[in-house]
């Protein structure tokens, strides 16, 4: 039986919040919700650190990754999307020492990252179980299983690229986890983070889009903002691409100043706007195929 918890926003810690949804992927409930304040989503009441733990180290893969050791790709580096966006953008490491992928999974990324740079040292935090064998087989070190563990500590400077690819919004408190890697970042360091993007959403969105396993909501405000949090600071920042039209990514630096964050409930209302033209759009066909169905019994 999950346990459940109410957070406040990580960005502004305001409490003052606008209720979104309560329909999630795999008519598993959520609580969705919009800060009035700079226009964050995230979930809660959400369940607690240990609920979550136990589902992503157990049941995780059943749900969003059935096959994923069978369809790992390690062939084609060139179609990797990482590593696509990096050269268009002519910010790939000349030489990494040290390579850090945060959710890893079976090891994608990092085993055709290795392609390119075979001397790299690779290493993974990944909670699923079947997934840390797949990444040992293959020789990359599993430092932990958990981000919100002491990873960290005397890692300091350590890597020259550290991945978060759809990981970010599954943190329960982001802005440490980022702490974390900027500390951890060499100075001439790169992070990459792809997210969702929540000003351009799929279909569906009470069926494929709001997720339990997504506590939070980025857009390209409160990613940015989130980042200026922890130190780091956005050198590419974009909202979709040929390879993913609904994914926002950035690649990122330690920051040698700090940074401000910027509150505006213009955020907010930009979102919302975005959410609830989307749902209405969602149930435009159900409606009509309940219409017509009664249409059709009333005639019966």
Same mark, same amino acid.
């Given at each position: 039986?999950?346990?459940?918890?109410?957070?406040?926003?990580?960005?502004?810690? !305001?409490?003052?919040?606008?209720?979104?949804?309560?329909k999630g992927?795999? %008519?598993?409930?959520?609580?969705?919700?919009?800060?009035?304040?700079?226009g964050?989503?995230?979930?809660?009441?959400?369940?607690?650190?240990?609920?979550?733990?136990?589902?992503?180290?157990?049941?995780?893969?059943?749900?969003?990754?059935?096959?994923?050791?069978?369809?790992?790709?390690?062939?084609?580096?060139?179609?990797?999307?990482?590593?696509?966006?990096?050269?268009?953008?002519?910010?790939?490491?000349?030489?990494?020492?040290?390579?850090?992928?945060?959710?890893?999974?079976?090891?994608?990324? *990092?085993?055709?990252?290795?392609?390119?740079?075979?001397?790299? %040292?690779?290493?993974?935090?990944?909670?699923?179980?079947?997934?840390?064998?797949?990444?040992?087989?293959?020789?990359?070190?599993?430092? !932990?299983?958990?981000?919100n563990?002491?990873?960290?500590?005397?890692?300091?400077?350590?890597?020259?690229?550290?991945i978060?690819?759809?990981?970010?919004?599954?943190?329960?408190?982001?802005?440490?986890?980022?702490?974390?890697i900027?500390?951890? *970042?060499?100075?001439?360091?790169?992070l990459?983070?792809?997210?969702?993007?929540?000003?351009?959403?799929?279909?569906?969105?009470?069926?494929?889009?709001?997720?339990?396993?997504?506590?939070? =909501?980025?857009?390209? =405000?409160?990613?940015?903002?989130?980042?200026?949090?922890?130190?780091?600071?956005?050198?590419?920042?974009?909202?979709?691409?040929?390879?993913?039209?609904?994914?926002?990514?950035?690649?990122?630096?330690? !920051?040698?100043?700090?940074?401000?964050?910027?509150?505006? !409930?213009?955020?907010?209302?930009?979102?919302k706007?975005?959410?609830?033209?989307?749902?209405?759009?969602?149930?435009?066909?159900?409606?009509?195929?309940?219409? %017509?169905?009664?249409?059709?019994?009333?005639?019966?």
């Open positions: 039986m999950h346990k459940f918890e109410e957070v406040e926003c990580a960005i502004c810690k !305001s409490q003052n919040h606008f209720e979104v949804s309560k992927q795999h %008519n598993i409930p959520i609580n969705l919700v919009l800060c009035k304040d700079c964050l989503g995230y979930l809660s009441p959400r369940w607690n650190a240990d609920s979550y733990f136990n589902f992503y180290s157990k049941e995780y893969d059943s749900y969003y990754r059935p096959s994923l050791i069978a369809e790992i790709n390690t062939a084609n580096p060139e179609n990797n999307a990482i590593i696509r966006r990096f050269q268009k953008n002519n910010v790939l490491p000349e030489s990494p020492s040290a390579i850090l992928d945060i959710g890893s999974g079976a090891g994608e990324n *990092l085993l055709n990252i290795q392609k390119i740079f075979p001397n790299a %040292n690779l290493f993974a935090i990944e909670p699923s179980q079947e997934s840390q064998q797949n990444l040992i087989k293959n020789n990359i070190e599993v430092i !932990s299983s958990d981000a563990s002491d990873w960290d500590k005397g890692k300091e400077g350590k890597y020259s690229l550290i978060l690819r759809h990981v970010l919004e599954h943190f329960l408190n982001p802005a440490e986890v980022l702490r974390k900027q500390a951890s *970042l060499s100075d001439d360091g790169f990459y983070i792809a997210v969702p993007n929540n000003l351009r959403p799929t279909k569906n969105l009470e069926t494929k889009w709001f997720r339990v396993v997504h506590t939070y =909501y980025f857009n390209k =405000y409160s990613l940015k903002n989130t980042l200026h949090k922890s130190g780091l600071e956005a050198i590419i920042m974009q909202e979709g691409d040929e390879l993913n039209n609904h994914e926002l990514f950035t690649i990122a630096k330690r !920051s040698e100043k700090p940074l401000e964050t910027k509150i505006s !409930s213009s955020h907010f209302e930009e979102q706007k975005v959410f609830i033209d989307g749902l209405q759009n969602d149930r435009k066909p159900i409606q009509r195929l309940k219409s %017509n169905l009664l249409n059709a019994l009333g005639k019966s």
